[in-house]
DNA sequence: TTCGAACAGGATAATAATTCTCAATATAGT
DNA sequence: ACTATATTGAGAATTATTATCCTGTTCGAA
């Protein structure tokens, strides 16, 4: 059974704290700052043991980087294609989806996500100074 | 602007006569058979960029690696969690979706995508072996 | 308590997927 | 044919993640 130490505590603290979806090198470096010898192997050993448990959520989007959130119901997302960004989308999950890809395919299901892309605020704004300037 | 070179065309020729959603490698493999002395590389780089001109469809799905589509018009996806296998799920693309994700969002929304996980017939099959025989 | 087994951590090596670099070749337009 | 540009193949480099290995910790049973 999963023991809680003080990393897989303050991993989950670290966590919960921002409202991001860090990747496992960011909350890395969130950690360090409180468990400054702490193996960048320890976060995601444990990152990916907490999400098998259902202690915490793991979001494989798009992009080449896993990202982890502390809230494990169901949510969507959207991504910035230009920074690699990820927020929540307040819209509501949509159950009867899941019937409806059920009906249609001989897989079983397991669960959805549906994920936008975008372009977040800090990059509109980039992109639009770096037009002018040209 | 971009050749049609001999490479590029057996590419895209090689995706679009399958129904799966191969990874860059698979494709690797399937071309080779074709262009023997062809590189893993050149693949990489031309499925980039036929998917920036559109003529094919990058689908960034969770797993490990990115998988490709000759299909470009927007559709759903189902991936087995066991094996990775992608598949097409043949429901409605949820239009309205798009404009209750940009009510509630300030990131310029270029796209979504909805991806189910679940289970796949053939490892539906090995999962049942594995437990009888236990 | 203390002994042993299982658990967990840190350091580092290994792997997997993808991207980059670069010299050689091919191509299009003049 | 000539030149500028695009493209290729080979292999090195990078990035993200996972595995290995050894050491220290902790939990229970004796």
Redesign the interface.
Known sequence: MLRLTTQRQVILEELSKVTSHPTANELYDLVRKRLPRIGLGTVYRNLELMADNGMILKI????TQKRFDATTENH?H?R??ECGKV?D???PV?NN??A??AA??????????????????AC?QRLAREQAAQ
């Open positions: 494989e989007v798009g992009g969507y959207i910035c294609a927020d989308l307040d819209i949509l989806l899941v409806q890809a249609t395919t001989s897989y079983q299901i397991i669960g959805h996500h549906v994920e936008f892309t975008g372009t977040c605020p509109q």
